[in-house]
C-alpha cells in the first residue's frame, strides 16, 4: 500500500479537480459539493467532542454519584429520627367518639332498644421517664452528626476515586500520544528503507522487518485507543452518568498535586487522627451507644404523666334533646396525673443495658482499629511516594540514554556499520522508556493524593462546586 504525505495528497487531489473542470463542469460541481458537504460534516463531529476537567467531572459526580446520593439520603432520615425525638417532649392529643346501640334483652319496656353516642378529647404529656427523653434526643444527635461525617468521608472517597480515575485516563492519553509518534516514525522508517532497498544499500529483508514493525505500532496503537475508551468508561461510571457525549480530558495543574519528598509522617498521622471525617464519625457512634445506655438504663425508673381530657355523651332514653344532653348536661373534664413504676420486668432492661454496653464496646474497638490503620496507610503511603519520587528520576536518566543509544544506531545503520534489528531494538526500549516515565510521572501524582486522602484533606476544596 502506498502511503502518501499530505502535501502530496492535496497536489493530487488539485490535479483531480483541474481534470473534471475540464472535462465535466456538472461532475466537477458535484464533487465540490459532496467535498464540503463532508467537511461540514467532520466540524460537526469534532464540535460535539467537549473537554472535560477535572473540576467538571467532581462537580457531575457529587451530582451524579450514587453512593454520594445513600449518604445524603441517610443524614435525612437521621435528621428526621433527631425531630421524632424532640416531639416527644410535646402533648399528645386524642379525639375519640363512640356510637353505640344497644339491646336490654332483660327489660320489656319500650327503653330497651337505645343510642349512645360518647365524644371525648384527651390530652396526655409525659413529666418525667426515667431521662429517657434526654437520652433519646442525644442519641439521635450524635448519629446525625456521625452520618454527616460519613457523608463528608464518602464525598473524599469519590473525590480520590474521581481524581485516580481522571489521571488513568490522562495517563492513557499520553500513551497514545506516544504510539501516534511510533507510528509515524516507523512509516517514515519504512519509506527510507523501501528507498535504500530499491538502491540496493540494504537487503529486501530489512523491508519486511520495517513493515511487520509497522503492523506492530499500528497494533499498539489500537490497542492504546481501545484502552484509553475503557480508562473514560471507568470515569463516567465513578461519576454516575450513563449517558454523555465523547469527551477529552484536561490536564490539571502539577501544582494541585505536589509536596515536599521528605515529610513528616508524625504530623500527617496526627492530623488524621485529629480531622479525618470517618474518625469523627466513629467517635460520634461511641457517643450515640453512651446515649443508648442510658437511655435503655430508663426502664429501671418511674414514669410520670399529667392527663386530662374533656369530653360528652347523648343517651336517646332521656328526655333532653341532643343538642342539651351533648353540649351541657352530660358535658365533664377531668385533669390528674399516672405513674408507673416498673416492679419486674423479667430482666429485659438489665439484659438491654448489658447489649448496649456491649455494642459501645464494639464502636471503641472499631474506632482503635481505623487509628491503627491510619497509621499503617499514612506511613506506606509516604513510601510509595517516596519510592515513586526516585522512580521519575530514574527513568528520566534511562530515557536520556536511551534517545542518545537511538541516534547513534540510526547514524550507524544508514552508514551500513549496523543491522536492522539493532536499531529495531534501541526503538523498542525508547519507547518503553517513554511509557515507564509516564506511567512513573502518573503513578507519583496517584501517590500523593493518597497521601492526601488518607490524611483526611484532598486539597481539591477550591476544585468543588459550592451547593
Known sequence: MIIYSAKEKILRIHEYIIHLWRNNIFTFLFVVYVFFFFLSLETTIASQVQSMSLAQAL?????????????????QYSKLSLKKEKNDYLPQLTATSDLKMNNDYGQSNPDKNYYFLGSNISATLNLFKGFDDIASIKNAQHILSSCQYTQIRQVQQVTYDIVIAYLKVM????????????MTYNCQQEKMIKAFCEAGKVPATDFYQQQAETANAKAILIFAENLYKLRKLELL??????????????????????????TDINRLIKAALK?????????????????KINETASGRYVSVDLNAGIGSFYDDRHDENFMDQLGRNNLYSYIGLSLSLPIFD??????????????????????EKAR????VEISQAVADYQSAHETVKVSKVRLLYTEKA?????????????????????????????????????????????????SGDLKLTHLLPKE
Open 406 to 454: 537511538l541516534e547513534s544506531v540510526y547514524h550507524r545503520y544508514k552508514r551500513g556499520a549496523a543491522n536492522l534489528t539493532e536499531l529495531t531494538q534501541i526503538r523498542s526500549d525508547k519507547i518503553e522508556a517513554k511509557n515507564n516515565l509516564i506511567e512513573a510521572e502518573i503513578d507519583k501524582l496517584l501517590k500523593i493524593v493518597s497521601i492526601f486522602f488518607y
Open 372 to 375: 491503627q490503620k491510619i497509621r
Open 346 to 367: 423479667r430482666n429485659l432492661t438489665r439484659i438491654k443495658v448489658n447489649q448496649a454496653q456491649i455494642n459501645k464496646k464494639n464502636s471503641e474497638l472499631r474506632l
Open 237 to 262: 461510571e465513578i461519576i454516575g452518568i450513563k449517558d454523555f457525549k465523547e469527551f477529552e480530558v484536561v490536564m490539571p495543574e502539577i501544582a494541585i498535586f505536589s509536596m515536599p519528598v521528605e
Open 275 to 291: 480531622n479525618r471525617a470517618d474518625i469523627l464519625a466513629l467517635s460520634e457512634n461511641i457517643y450515640a451507644k453512651e446515649a
Open 171 to 182: 495517563k492513557q492519553l499520553r500513551e497514545i500520544e506516544v504510539a501516534k509518534d511510533n
Open 59 to 75: 462537580g457531575l459526580a457529587l451530582k451524579n454519584n450514587h453512593d454520594i446520593k445513600l449518604a445524603k439520603m441517610n443524614c
